[in-house]
């Protein structure tokens, strides 16, 4: 099990931009090589959906809604995984998730929201 802390959320007006962190706490570096990171979101009334993953060795995916505008990164260094999120719209407004999977378990941050509104 692994310990994500997540910073960045807040309140932005449609067009804005905001970054996402994640960062695996209390591990070392190694552990954090080891895993797929991944950031999900939760809005009012919908299911959790995966947004954006990239793997351990760096590949990334992402949605339909929300390429061209948001970029997962890595930084190994700092244990840390980001979401760049550009040209922000109203519907992009939910709770995101930092996610670590090594393939023998699946661990959670504690959410931080997004909000998008005029």
């Known amino acids: 099990q692994v310990h994500l802390v997540e910073s960045g959320g807040g309140l932005v007006q449609p067009g804005g931009s905001l970054r996402l962190s994640c960062t695996m706490s209390?591990?070392?570096?190694?552990?954090?090589?080891?895993?797929?990171m991944a950031w999900y979101r939760e809005a009012p009334g919908k299911q959790r959906e995966l947004v954006a993953s990239i793997s351990s060795g760096g590949s990334a995916n992402y949605i339909d809604s929300v390429k061209g505008r948001f970029t997962i990164s890595r930084d190994n260094s700092r244990k840390r995984v980001n979401l760049q999120m550009n040209s922000l719209k109203p519907e992009d407004t939910a709770v995101y998730y930092c996610?670590?999977?090594?393939?023998?378990?699946?661990?959670w941050g504690q959410g931080t929201q997004v909000t998008v509104s005029s």
């Open positions: 209390r591990a070392i570096l190694s552990t954090f090589i080891s895993y797929d």
């Open positions: 996610n670590a999977d090594n393939g023998r378990g699946s661990d």
